[in-house]
């Protein structure tokens, strides 16, 4: 059975910096892509930054040059650097894979039970 664990939300002020973690575990044969993805109250969810095979990736234009996607392959980990962040970064932000079992049958989607990040004075 897979599990997503994330970590790292919290409260912080603007300005200020956060990093998150999303750590994969069970059945793995490979995991790709991985991604992170938010939800403001209100609002619907939205794509933050994507990270496929190697080092590729992309981003929201609302956060381009200030978060950084990066994975650390033998750990199943995908992290969010977080910097210069503004209050309208407030949200649930959940972590999102497609991830493979064996090497047949293509992989299934799995979504984290998301953390929350609140940018306030």
């Not at 993805?37 to 930054?49: F, N, T």
Request: proline share 4%.
């Amino acid at each position: 059975q897979v599990q997503l664990v994330e970590s790292g939300g919290g409260l912080v002020q603007p300005g200020g910096s956060l990093r998150l973690s999303c750590a994969a575990s069970g059945r793995i044969f490979m995991i790709n892509p991985m991604g992170w993805y938010r939800q403001a109250p209100g609002k619907q969810r939205e794509l933050v930054a994507v990270i496929v095979a190697g080092s590729n990736t992309n981003y929201a234009d609302s956060v381009k040059g200030r978060f950084t996607i990066s994975r650390d392959n033998a750990k199943n980990t995908v992290y969010l650097q977080m910097n210069s962040l503004k209050p309208e970064d407030t949200a649930v932000y959940y972590c999102h894979v497609n991830l493979w079992s064996g090497p047949g049958g293509g992989g299934m989607d799995y979504w984290g039970k998301g953390t929350l990040v609140t940018v306030s004075s």
